[in-house]
């Protein structure tokens, strides 16, 4: 099998102008719908970052698979977790938690205004800005700045009106049906 990023045989020339994307809603999908978009984006030979705020730890089959990949496509792409052990809502939150968010946030500004991606992804940065660690205006301020090509990527729940308004593409994934209703707990390789 020819490996394609390394030997060039798909056009790196992706498109001319990247969008900001959210994913939000109260149903299930928001992450697995952007991790989708990076595998994507990856089999294109895109460079990805995908930043990972609120979740910490190597309990995700996705973070598996991830490393796991080809290594010409693997070197495209940079994992960041941007939390502890743990997910973090608005009831657990520590020092050590927001410490760590805010420190993700660091890194993706950087990489944003480093424009060594063309695509990023700001996995429950939604929930980030909805819980007060996130300065709302600052993000926005972050992302209409952006690089002309990047494609940035939002998910999580509450996505703030003012990330809405800059979006480009918003999804609102919302709950008809879910099996957690009937007392079914996550799932290991289907919800995490």
């Known amino acids: 099998m020819v490996d394609k990023c390394e030997n060039k045989l798909i056009n790196p020339n992706w498109a001319q102008h990247g969008y900001i994307q959210v994913y939000t809603g109260n149903g299930k999908g928001k992450t697995t719908a952007s991790l989708g978009l990076a595998m994507r984006a990856l089999g294109r030979c895109w460079k990805v970052l995908i930043i990972m705020f609120t979740k910490g730890g190597d309990n995700y089959g996705e973070l598996n698979s991830f490393m796991n990949l080809a290594p010409a496509i693997k070197d495209n792409l940079k994992i960041i977790q941007a939390g502890l052990d743990r997910i973090v809502y608005k009831n657990n939150e520590t020092e050590d938690d927001i410490k760590e968010i805010k ?66 593409l918003v999804s609102e994934i919302k709950p008809v049906k879910h099996y957690w209703d009937t007392g079914i707990v996550a799932r290991k390789g289907i919800e995490y």
Request: aromatic share 4%; net charge negative; no cysteine.
């Open 103 to 168: 420190k993700g946030w660091e890194l993706a500004k950087n990489a944003i205004r480093g424009d060594e991606y063309q695509l990023i992804i700001l996995d429950e940065a939604n929930i980030a800005i909805d819980m007060g660690i996130l300065d709302v205006d600052e993000v926005v301020e972050v992302l209409k700045n952006k690089p002309e090509e990047m494609e940035i990527v939002l998910t999580g729940r509450n996505a703030h009106k003012k990330i809405i308004d800059i979006a480009h």
